[in-house]
């Protein structure tokens, strides 16, 4: 090129693909400058250059490609879309870059795959770079070898997979380069630097000098560990860390740094383990063949051999997984039986070895030999001893203490010294290998109780062995968790234990121990930084507290010591102290008058009592002097209720207000106790017991009260307070409760005499129940049958129901000790349900599992097998509750898993399940041994007996929890398995489990490939479980995680997985959220939030704000409002602290001074900020949202109950876009500064109604959380603001978005239920104007869920909304629910609540208005009583025009419907959904009222009208414009698609405007017929064809209506049914459902029987067509589809009386159908046929069809016989959708014409061949009569022969003839035998003949039709002269011989001579019929009951020119309208 201004003028990225290198060099300069100056990293000029970043390192020119490799970098280091070009880039480098000369090109190469790795794709470039290994160019690897290699050091073996890479290297070895070589050995170098000795396996087959000269290198390495210098962009944070630390290395300086960093780098390390990187060695095949029969041999030296070969393998480091039970059993023989302490120390070994070499694999059978080592401690030589410890301990790392458990406590009673020690050793070298969260204190505690009498053991070594285990426990878990248990201990013996804690070294060692100490050592130091004012308050509650006394003896042993480690009690005052001090803080009067003999002195002086209590300070009331004062005489004994009743008030008072304790609840107690029989006393005592447990805890109180209450002889103190303990528990939760006193006591009132105490009682184990589960009803097996029952029955009233969340908690408990509490975890209510199981005494079954059962349940005779099964499920069911220890007999159910006798699986799951439930918790360390081989049993082909191994993996999980499952490889290892069972029903159960988690373990990564192997699999089923788990997977996982996993998938694999991953990222389900707290813990969090700041609360105000909760108490009924009261309040502390830390302490202080009501000091500066707008614009802020939330960055906008999360995740979001005041109020803890943020945005919305728009969604999320306020003014103003809001945006024509509305709507639904009229009235108001801004049809599907609420206000409030868009929309509102929302409606017809019941059947009214009849079907199966009440109200319901209701005043709720109406009631006729003309009518259009009104009507002046363009509305008179609903603005870009299009188009079809849809169907049928168009109408067919089903039902109606033209109705008519052949002609039509083929093909047989359209005009052309497209339908249709479609019609005549003609024309079809069967049967799915066909013959057996016609039975027979005929034996295969074949015959007859079918096939066929001459004789007319006598005398030779089907094909005169003369040869041979009887009548033959010669009608089934009559009829009237013969159109009829043709004379020779005289005169007929009505025949239309030969139902031949008609008439109307 000479001029290069050509190129130069280009942009830079065409510059770069520029065919002249100059250009692209230039190009290459201009994006180096370019990529570091966009700062925005997802601006589009980053996809620019996506495609051709891979030319940027290929140039081919060398100067070029230098350049163009610094842009390459420059681009992947800046640009967020560079990790998509990381495949081809480096794959690039590797090719053109690593063999380049120039050390430049090279080293910018390295750093491009470098950058790559720090942008994440370590993976991509990983996989390159070890495909660059095997170029044949050694120049590339030796550059790929050193690209590796610097990866590694830079990034560490975390990033950089090491396992392909130690794998390669023996390759790299043994090149024959040397460079290759040498860079190889840096490499490994560099690799033992990470993974030390991890390396050596792998390079143990090197040339050995080699491997030498590596290991001088690797002994010069340092010996402490590298650290990562480079990190990846996720890694920020780390690298940060880096940084600092480096730094404070140069600040320190000197030689104290190296120290320094050597000790960071053991901190920073990545943990490397090499067993990861090591080959597994498989061992067991390697065992020599005699293995175990040395074992077992006399003599020590062969066992000795046998261990020591056995021990040569386990020192592989890794072994191989497989089935080790029998070695191990072996082994664990040796040790516990063999007398030969060295083959013990042997076997010993080779147990750890094992242990060692399968880690977690092992844990299956630690449960077995760690019983039996310890039992072998009693050994004392140390080498047995030593080799015992390290067996132990290394079964112990594959399993965890919780499995271990029961075997170690079982031990620690032994008498042997030595056991005792060495267990207390072992679990203090467990201990140091736990933490807090795998030794909760439920395991803790067994442990220490055992600990504890090993202290006081009389062997030292013993004591000192549990001092040691005590300590590490003390430094694991902290003097805290351990101190409630040495709380019996003597001082010297704690100072013991926490000496031996501070020398104990954890696993983490001496720096790590010295950490947590310091760490737990910091918080002290916090309270004296704190300032000096707030000591003083809680300052008063420890003065009047002392040494606990035994006051609280009753209460729970745990509860109590727990109690004693937190509080102290206050000593017990004497009278005289407590006068004094009530005197000081009492009215003089008030304590005089206490003991005033006059009733009226004494209330008046209570009443000054509670004034005082209810104004006095926390600080300084005495609780127990005021308590204590209320005694005095006449106290307690007060005969006056009203003096009574206040002295309860006080009690409540003082425990709310003050700080209240024990005793002084127990100065109270009895007297509460006492009262709470009282019938007026009794609330308040209720109430003031539960004001004590608040203070008190509910466990003490409840105790307390109810050993008080039944020492009580009066059984209503009893009934009560049960009664009231079932409340407490409900509204206190059940932590803590002593459950075996409580179940003592319940006995007790179990068996008390009063009825009322006993239903209390029942009560109370209901809401025990809900916590206890199941076992509480064990307790009570004892009782009577009668009591039980009852507690059944309550127990049954309870299922389903979940406990409720606590509400009410202990009210003195501080914000550190809640803080504290929560640290703990769920083990501080160990005392709830969680010890449950500890109350049932449990049985070692271990001896009575003897060796004769388990030999049983093995052998061979599955008799015997069963036997043994039998025995031991005795044992266990006799024990009821058992001990983990079973003996042989898991080992032995393993086997009977896997039995060939299924009876015996079965069997043997029930005992699992048995088993499971026995035993509870402990069955965890069963699981590796039993608990997978169940799922082992998923694979079986039985359904039963894989439901039942469902049932016990369930019942296990319910004991075990879900998360033991998930560890280790053994999930992974079942779901490789190819089978496809296992697959499926395994997919299925970690589906349902997995969302239930909130966390699970690491292992559940493994399950990722073989889970990716099932979306591939080549069964259904199974890929549709995996896809169904796999967002369960991913919620857990995460999406990278798993995406990442994608790169091991083959690369054919890849894309399909990422897709699916990608579906399943949107369909992830949110994490369960933690357990619910309690309210007071919620509250005591979010008080805490502000002081984290650096607000410094004075004490007046932390004292005047505390008892403001109190000031409305909370009941069980105020769940909802506490919740969202504390969930206000912890937004806007947290969002207090957050503001504050911006001011300075001075500020804050003023601040927290002011009260609540007043306002800041800044006031001024305040609204100075209020004058700017409210809303503030962010581009695109609302799309990113939207965005944000499909990738599931931030949380989904879905919850119960709104979460402190989400109102987080708001308040975040609207930040950038609402004012900072605005915001602060909108979030405020007051709900008078919501109302004020409300009101502020309705006066501003008129001005920011655009900007509003941009942040709508966040707007509605906002109103949303006020929803579940239960402040009404706050709602009230809420709604007022929404409905000017929707009124705003319906006039801006403004529409919601999906997301938008889903984030609004089903909370708006949720308050439909309000109580308040008021709010449901403007909340309908809402819901009429969301119908302007939404589609009516995406409304539809939020209603329908509104219905399945409880509330029956809100379902009532949902079904009339539905009822109303239904009848302003039709039936078309509820096509996106499918056809199953009128049957949800239709079931609350028999709803309890009249309301419901009342707006379900008016709904269903506006139903059938809408679709007519079709609305029975519609709604499914009705019982008679729903059925009678909406047949009753549909006839009751009057059709009256809208405009003439609204006329009519009416209140309300009548007027609901016009109320809703989305559209005007000025423009009644428009029918479409929305016309959007009406509405936007401009100003000069509007009528002036007032004008009209100030008018005197003197004279009429016509005003001067404003001249406008009316051509507009000029065109919307003919027909109403269909507007239909403009779509949302983020839809812009779909207007013009073709999916819009078509459903724009259908929609107006569905208009109730006839030309409106005559209009649509001509362009529709337009496009249709052009070539290549039909495509438009993919996946639109069952739409199109459901919108023609709801016309022709609307034609139907109109029908009826004599009003309405014929001819529009006609041309209607014409239009559907032109159109649908049009789309029969296209392949779309295949796509059609068989639920939609089954309602057209009903709908086209009714219109064609329809009588009324013969009567029309065009009637009989409108019949041919249907007739023609039916046929079409039936061809064209996918056949599988329209074969199930015909089954069902059939099942359904079959079960509801249907007209003959309509029942005929559906068998019709079934044959035609038959016929196409040999084209068209590799194309039926014959699994869903045989399926329709199941449920056919299962509804309708043989018994039943009987008593029908028999057709129906035939068709269906004739149908399998075809598929039996076609198919063959095969056709068994094909029932696999039916899960219980044994419900109809069809298996069996299958089964017998598959079988019979080659027998009877010769047989048959002879008789056929006979039979069709004969016929062939009878048809023809010249040999009628002789196969007339062949017939006959066929028939008497073979009388039982079926001819019905022969007889079919005869004409109908013919057949008549045959049947009379068949019955004759019957009759004469009954005549016969009557004749030849000795007793007969020789008279009584002769004159019974001419009767029996003349059949009547009931004699033969087939002479029972009409037909039959005229047919003798017209017969007699031709013998006497009476008929006309010779008409050609009678003649055939005529022609028939009669039966009572037959002659009348007593004997007949013969009846063949009658019949042949009779088809004499038949032939002679025939043949004048035959020349008259030839001419005829071929005009005469033909009849619809008249004979045909095709068993098809079209019409006449010739639909071409039927159908050319058709095409002309709607050319003709296209002309018209145009």
């Known amino acids: 090129m000479g001029d290069d201004s050509e190129w130069m003028k280009l942009p830079a990225d065409q510059k770069c693909e520029h065919k002249v290198w100059k250009a692209r060099l230039h190009g290459y300069e201009e994006v180096l400058k370019l990529f570091p100056t966009i700062c925005d990293e997802k601006s589009q000029e980053w996809g620019k250059y996506i495609g051709i970043i891979k030319k940027f390192v290929t140039d081919s020119n060398a100067v070029a490609q230098l350049k163009g490799l610094e842009a390459a970098l420059a681009y992947i280091e800046n640009a967020h879309v560079a990790s998509r070009t990381a495949g081809e880039v480096v794959s690039g480098v590797v090719s053109k870059v690593f063999n380049q000369p120039k050390a430049r090109a090279k080293e910018l190469g390295k750093e491009i795959c470098l950058m790559y790795i720090e942008i994440e794709k370590a993976e991509a470039v990983q996989e390159e770079l070890l495909k660059g290994l095997d170029n044949k160019n050694p120049k590339i690897t030796v550059t790929c070898v050193e690209t590796i290699r610097k990866a590694l050091s830079d990034f560490g073996p975390k990033v950089v997979t090491l396992k392909p890479v130690v794998k390669v290297l023996p390759k790299l070895f043994e090149s024959r380069e040397k460079a290759v070589r040498d860079e190889a050995k840096l490499l ?168 060692t070499g399968l880690r977690t694999k092992f844990g299956t059978y630690a449960g077995h030999v760690v019983p039996t080592i310890l039992e072998k401690f009693k050994e004392k030589k140390p080498l047995v001893v030593q080799a015992l410890q390290e067996a132990i301990d290394a079964a112990f790392l594959s399993t965890t203490l919780q499995n271990l458990s029961e075997s170690v406590l079982s031990v620690m009673d032994n008498k042997n010294p030595s056991i005792k020690q060495q267990t207390s050793l072992f679990l203090s070298r467990s201990f140091r290998r736990c933490t807090a969260a795998t030794l909760p204190k439920s395991l803790l505690k067994p442990f220490c109780v055992a600990l504890l009498k090993h202290v006081n053991d009389s062997a030292a070594e013993v004591r000192d062995a549990a001092f040691e285990a005590l300590g590490t426990a003390m430094k694991v878990l902290g003097e805290r968790a351990v101190n409630p248990f040495l709380a019996d201990l003597d001082k010297l013996k704690t100072d013991r234990i926490k000496e031996c804690a501070d020398k104990v070294e954890l696993a983490g060692g001496k720096a790590g121990a010295a950490a947590a100490a310091a760490g737990k050592e910091k918080p002290p130091p916090k309270p004296p930084t704190a300032p000096p004012k707030k000591a003083p308050a809680p300052a008063p509650a420890t003065t009047k507290k002392a040494k606990p006394t035994a006051a609280g003896g009753g209460a729970k042993k745990s509860v109590a010591k727990k109690a004693e480690a937190k509080e102290t009690v206050e000593v017990e005052l004497s009278l005289e102290v407590c006068e004094e001090k009530a005197a000081a803080v009492l009215p003089a009067s008030c304590v005089q008058l206490l003991d005033s003999a006059n009733w009226k002195e004494r209330l008046a002086s209570m009443e000054e009592f509670l004034k005082a209590v209810d104004c006095m300070e926390r600080s300084e009331m005495p609780c127990q002097a005021l308590l204590r004062m209320l005694a005095k005489k006449p106290g307690w004994k007060e005969t006056n209720f009203q003096v009574n009743q206040l002295k309860v008030r006080v009690v409540a008072a003082v425990a709310q207000r003050g700080s209240f304790s024990k005793t002084s609840a127990l100065a109270v107690m009895d007297a509460l106790v006492e009262k709470i029989g009282d019938a007026k006393c009794g609330a308040k005592a209720k109430e003031a017991l539960s004001a004590i447990a608040e203070a008190c805890s509910l466990p003490w109180t409840a105790e307390q009260a109810v050993s008080v209450a039944f020492v009580q002889k009066n059984p209503k103190i009893q009934a009560e307070t049960l009664s009231w303990l079932t409340t407490a528990i409900k509204e206190f939760g059940f932590a803590g409760i002593n459950v075996k006193s409580f179940i003592n006591n319940v006995k007790t009132a179990l068996g008390a005499s009063n009825p009322a105490v006993r239903t209390a009682a029942i009560s109370l184990l209901g809401v025990m129940f809900l916590y206890m589960g199941a076992a509480l009803r064990m307790f009570f097996e004892d009782e009577k049958a009668a009591l039980l029952a009852q507690i059944d029955s309550e127990f049954e009233k309870m299922k389903g129901q979940s406990a409720p969340a606590p509400i009410r908690g202990c009210s003195q408990r501080s914000a550190g000790d809640l803080a504290a509490d929560e640290a703990e975890g769920s083990d501080e209510q160990e005392g709830g349900a969680g010890d449950v199981v500890d109350l049932f005494p449990r049985v070692d079954i271990s001896d009575k599992i003897t060796s004769e059962t388990v030999a049983k349940i093995g052998d061979k005779n599955w008799k015997i097998r069963k036997e043994g099964l039998d025995e031991a499920a005795a044992v266990v069911s006799e024990a009821k509750f058992i001990k983990p220890n079973l003996g042989d007999l898991p080992l032995a159910l393993k086997g009977r898993l896997s039995d060939v006798n299924k009876i015996l699986v079965m069997q043997s799951l029930a005992l699992l399940q048995q088993i499971a439930t026995g035993m509870g918790p402990a069955l965890k360390q069963h699981i ?128 399909p997985v990422s897709a699916m991953l990608e579906k399943a990222r949107t369909l992830m389900p949110a994490k369960p959220a933690a357990p619910a707290k309690s309210a007071p813990t919620k509250s005591a969090v979010a008080t805490k939030l502000p002081a984290a700041g650096s607000t410094k609360p004075q004490p007046s105000q932390v004292e005047h704000e505390a008892p403001e909760p109190k000031k409305v108490k909370p009941g069980p009924g105020d769940k909802t409002k506490r919740r969202s009261q504390e969930l206000n309040k912890s937004a806007s502390s947290m969002d207090g602290s957050f503001n504050d830390s911006k001011n300075s302490s001075g500020g804050k202080g003023v601040k927290r001074k002011s009260a609540p009501g007043k306002k800041p000091a800044g006031k001024a500066a305040a609204e100075e900020d209020k004058s700017g707008p409210l809303f503030i614009l962010v581009s695109n802020g609302k799309e990113q949202r939207i965005k944000d939330e499909k990738s599931l960055k931030v949380l989904k906008w879905n919850f119960q109950i709104p979460r402190e999360e989400y109102i987080e995740q708001l308040k975040a979001q609207m930040t950038p876009c609402v004012a900072k005041w605005l915001l602060e109020e909108l979030f405020h803890s007051d709900f008078h500064q919501h109302i004020k943020a409300v009101g502020a945005m309705i006066e501003h919305l008129e001005g920011e109604k655009e900007v509003a728009k941009g942040c709508l969604d966040l707007i509605l999320k906002w109103f949303t959380l006020r929803f579940f306020d239960t ?107 499918g056809g199953k929302s009128l049957k949800e409606i239709a079931v609350h017809i028999g709803d309890r609540d009249t309301s419901v019941r009342n707006a379900a059947l008016n709904t269903v009214v506006m139903a059938y208005n809408a679709c007519g009849e079709q609305v029975y079907k519609l709604i499914g199966n009705l019982n008679e009583k729903d059925l009678s009440m909406l047949e009753e109200r549909i006839k009751r319901s009057a059709k009256a025009p809208a405009a003439a209701a609204a006329a009519k005043p009416a209140p309300e709720k009548t007027r609901r419907n016009s109320i809703r109406k989305p559209v005007h009631e000025e423009a009644p006729k428009v029918s479409v959904p929305e016309p959007q003309a009406l509405p936007s009518v401009p100003e000069e259009f509007k009528l002036d009222l007032a004008q009209f009104e100030d008018d005197d009507m003197g004279e009429v002046a016509l005003p001067d009208l404003i001249q406008h363009n009316l051509d507009v509305l000029q065109e919307h008179t003919p027909v109403p414009e269909f507007r239909p609903r403009p779509l949302p603005s983020h839809y812009d870009d779909q207007q013009g698609s073709t999916d819009s299009t078509v459903n724009f188009v259908l929609t107006q079809m569905a208009s109730t405007d006839m030309n409106t849809s005559i209009q649509a169907l001509s362009q529709l049928d337009e496009v249709l017929r052009r070539e290549g168009k039909a ?57 059609a459902s068989a639920v939609v083929l089954k309602d057209l093909t009903h709908a086209l047989i009714l219109l064609m029987l329809d009588p009324r359209l013969e009567k029309g005009e065009d009637g009989p052309q409108l019949i041919r067509s249907v007739h023609v497209l039916l046929n079409q339908l039936l061809q064209k249709a996918d056949q599988t589809n329209m074969l199930s479609a015909v089954i069902v019609e059939l099942k359904e005549i079959l079960a509801t009386p249907v007209s003959s003609a309509f029942a005929d024309m559906v068998l019709k079809c079934h044959w035609r159908l038959i016929k196409f069967l040999p084209e068209k049967i590799d194309q039926i799915n014959l699994d869903r046929v045989l399926m329709d066909i199941h449920n056919t013959m299962k509804s309708f057996p043989r018994s039943k069809l009987s008593q029908k016609s028999d057709m129906p039975q035939r068709t269906i027979k004739t149908l399998l016989h075809s598929l039996c005929r076609l198919v063959g034996p ?96 019957d009759e004469q041979k009954e005549t016969r035998a ?58 055939p009829e005529d022609a028939r011989p009669s039966p009572s043709a037959l002659p009348s004379k007593p004997m007949v020779g013969s009846s063949m001579e009658l019949l042949q005289s009779k088809l004499s005169q038949l032939q002679e007929a025939r043949e004048l019929i035959r020349r008259e009505a030839a001419p005829q025949t071929s005009s005469a239309p033909q009849s619809s009951d008249a004979p045909q030969t095709s068993s098809a139902p079209a019409g006449p031949r010739g639909p071409p020119a039927n159908l050319t008609d058709l095409m002309m008439r709607l050319e003709r109307i296209k002309a018209n309208k145009t």
């Open 188 to 355: 490994a170098i560099e690799v033992y630097r990470w993974i030390r000795e991890a390396v050596r396996p792998g390079l143990q087959n090197i040339n050995s000098i080699l491997l030498k000269e590596l290991e001088e290198e690797w002994a010069k390495l340092p010996s402490s560990a590298p650290r990562q210098s480079r990190f990846l962009r996720s890694q920020q944070d780390l690298k940060a860390k880096h940084e600092q630390q480096q730094q404070q290395l140069k600040e320190a300086g000197g030689g104290g740094g190296d120290e320094a960093d050597g000790g960071d780098d053991e901190d920073d390390a990545p943990p490397v383990d090499p067993y990861e990187h090591m080959e597994p060695v498989e061992i067991l095949s390697k065992l020599p063949k005699d293995f175990y029969d040395k074992l077992e041999a006399k003599k020590w030296q062969e066992r000795k051999e046998a261990l020591d070969a056995l021990e040569a393998l386990v020192k592989n480091p890794r072994i191989e997984s497989g089935d080790f039970g029998e070695l191990v059993r072996a082994l664990n023989k040796v040790v516990g039986k063999d007398s030969n302490v060295m083959l013990v120390t042997l076997a010993a070994k080779c147990i750890a070895g094992l242990a």
């Open 928 to 1055: 590796k041994g039993l608990g997978f081989p169940i799922i082992t049993v998923l694979a079986d082909s039985k359904v039963a007996v894989r439901a039942s191994a469902l049932t016990t993996l369930n019942a296990w999980v319910e004991q075990t929890g879900v998360k033991d499952w998930l560890e280790g490889e053994e999930l992974a290892e079942e779901l490789k398995k190819e089978n496809p069972l296992l697959r499926q029903e395994l997919l299925g159960w970690l589906a349902e489990k997995l969302p239930t988690l909130r966390s699970v373990p690491s292992d559940l990564a493994l399950c990722v490939l073989p889970l990716y192997a099932c979306l591939e699999d080549r069964n259904a089923d199974v890929r549709k479980k995996a896809q169904e788990a796999l967002p369960t997977f991913m919620m857990h996982l995460g999406f990278d995680k798993m995406n990442k996993a994608t790169v091991k998938l083959k690369t054919a694999s890849k894309d």
């Open 1271 to 1377: 402040n009404t003014s706050v709602l009230m103003k809420a709604l007022e603001y929404l409905k000017l809001l929707f009124t705003a945006l319906s006039k801006e024509d403004y529409h919601l978005s999906d997301h938008e509305a889903v984030a609004f709507v089903p909370y708006l639904v949720l308050k439909m239920g309000e109580s308040k009229d008021v709010v449901r009235k403007d909340v309908r108001a809402i819901m009429a104007m969301l119908c302007k801004v939404y589609p009516a049809s995406k409304l539809f599907p939020f209603l329908m869920d509104g219905t399945k609420s409880k509330n029956s206000k809100q379902r009532t409030e949902c079904l009339e909304e539905l009822g109303s868009l239904i009848s302003s929309f039709g039936m078309a509102v509820s096509q996106q629910h």
């Open 1575 to 1631: 495509e438009v109408m993919v996946g639109h067919v069952d739409q199109f064809l459901t919108v023609v089903l709801m016309q022709l039902r609307r034609l139907s109606n109109h029908m009826a209506d004599d009003q309405l033209p014929r001819h529009d109705i006609f041309r209607l008519y014409s239009c559907l049914l032109g159109t649908m052949l049009s789309l029969m002609a296209v392949d779309p039509v295949r796509e």
């Open 1770 to 1865: 095969r056709i068994l295969n094909h029932l696999t959708l039916i899960e219980n074949k044994k419900e109809s015959e069809l298996e069996t007859y299958l089964k017998k014409v598959t079988n019979d079918k080659d027998a009877a096939h010769s047989k048959k066929s002879r008789t056929n061949e006979t039979l069709d001459e004969i016929f062939k004789k009878i048809v023809s007319t010249e040999n009628s009569k002789e196969g007339l006598t062949k017939l006959l005398l066929f028939k008497k030779k073979n009388p039982h022969t079926d001819l019905s089907a022969y007889l079919k094909k005869l004409p109908t005169h013919l057949q008549g003839l045959v049947e009379t003369g068949l019955k004759a040869v």
């Open 1874 to 1931: 009557r004749s030849q009887a000795p007793a007969s009548d020789p008279g009584s033959v002769g004159h019974s003949q001419p009767s029996q010669a003349l059949p009547t009608p009931s004699s033969s089934a087939a002479l029972h039709t009409p037909a039959y009559f005229q047919e003798r009829l017209q017969i007699l009237r031709q013998r006497w002269g009476q008929e006309n013969t010779t008409q050609g159109d009678q003649a």
